[in-house]
């Protein structure tokens, strides 16, 4: 396994949608490898493929029950909501609060190509939902109001993270 980078904001990958995995290879069953490595040693609890240059649609999460690999996730219901700050490991050293489902079911396909239904609720769900969020180009930022949003981007951009 390898550590890879994980790119920050303002780097446009990060507001771009990353693409279905059409076949499950032995290059993504790698990557997701490497990205848990990446996500335990940046001490995160979710990462996205599109955080470190591959636009695929690949999340890994693990909130203390393990890691949990989703290929081509999709949410199939969101069950009631609630705000909380969030953090991301592609801006560092900014929180926001967001509001999200509480509790999600959600389909994906895992690591050996088989179609996996579940449900998360609690701070899995948050991190599953945030995961989501960047392969379809979102960040957290983008859910604060625009005056707070050109004051966090032009806070980051003052202090740029190697």
Do not use: W
Request: with cysteine; hydrophobic share 40%.
């Amino acid at each position: 396994m390898a550590s890879l980078k994980i790119i920050k904001f303002p780097d446009p990958v990060l507001q771009r949608r990353a693409s279905s995995v059409e076949v499950i290879r032995p290059e993504e069953r790698a990557l997701v490898d490497n990205m848990l490595e990446t996500m335990y040693l940046n001490q995160g609890v979710g990462l996205a493929a599109s955080q470190v240059s591959v636009l695929k649609r690949i999340i890994v999460v693990d909130v203390g029950g393990g890691p949990i690999d989703l290929i081509n996730p999709a949410i199939a219901a969101r069950i009631g909501s609630e705000k909380a700050k969030e953090g991301c490991l592609s801006l560092p050293g900014i929180m926001v609060p967001v509001r999200r489902a509480k509790k999600i079911r959600y389909k994906c396909l895992n690591r050996d190509g088989k179609l996996t239904e579940g449900e998360a609720e609690g701070l899995l769900a948050r991190a599953i939902q945030h995961e989501i969020d960047h392969l379809e180009g979102r960040l957290i930022i983008d859910y604060v109001n625009p005056v707070k949003r050109f004051f966090l981007k032009k806070k980051i951009l003052k202090n740029p993270q190697p």
